[in-house]
């Protein structure tokens, strides 16, 4: 079963503008990471927080993560239409040990 | 570093004959992972090796996947007899030891079983 569940399943947004994607899981974590996924590729490592962090950036990626709500977003700042991807979160420890439990995804499109 | 290398990138095959996936992970990582992804049911865990020593393979849907690892170096996942429902995108990931490590993926092997 999948650990994490994506908020929208779908985002289209102008060349620019912000996007938000949202991910809630519902076990105790170590970690969560977020992973990027072009059409017909391969998943692409983006960012992981661990469970003892609030926030992390990394370039124009922000993530949070709030464990008492079990939910965490990444922001992704002045999007371009390069960032036309599927983006997936994945969290990892507690009771799954070493396994990666992935979400059903947010298929984001950024239009020029 | 080339990364996870899967071969091969597209296999089409009859119902019922074996296929074999191929892995190389990155040299120096202790962890291998093989994934699923399909429509349907997103990325399933099959199977997991550490030290190349399988950890956990209740993600194999039945006796007809099988997965090894001989050694560092290369795995295989292999599935005899095929069926239709196999038709995936099969992953291949590595990881460096450590617990906060991401994963690295392949690329990918697409099986269609007609």
């Known amino acids: 079963s999948q650990q994490g569940e994506e908020d929208p399943q779908a985002l289209s947004i102008q060349e620019g503008e912000n996007a938000t994607m949202n991910c809630s899981y519902k076990t105790s974590i170590n970690n969560l990471q977020w992973y990027r996924q072009n059409s017909g590729r391969g998943l692409v490592h983006l960012i992981l927080i661990r469970s003892n962090e609030r926030e992390k950036h990394s370039g124009r990626l922000r993530v949070t993560l709030d464990t008492s709500k079990k939910s965490s977003s990444l922001l992704i700042t002045a999007s371009r239409a390069a960032d036309t991807a599927s983006y997936f979160c994945a969290t990892q420890g507690g009771t799954s040990g070493s396994r990666l439990t992935f979400g059903e995804g947010t298929q984001l499109t950024v239009n020029p | 570093d080339a990364g996870v290398i899967q071969s091969p990138r597209h296999e089409v095959t009859e119902m019922g004959q074996e296929v074999t996936l191929r892995c190389k992970p990155i040299s120096g990582h202790n962890s291998l992972f093989w994934y699923r992804q399909t429509m349907m049911r997103g990325l399933e865990l099959l199977i997991y090796f550490n030290n190349n020593v399988p950890i956990d393979d209740s993600g194999m849907p039945e006796d007809r996947f099988s997965a090894k690892m001989p050694n560092a170096s290369f795995s295989t996942l292999k599935i005899q007899p095929s069926e239709p429902r196999d038709s995936a995108v099969y992953f291949c990931?590595?990881?460096?030891?450590?617990?906060?490590?991401?994963?690295?993926f392949g690329s990918g092997t697409r099986l269609t079983v007609v």
């Open positions: 990931a590595s990881r460096g030891t450590g617990a906060n490590y991401g994963y690295t």
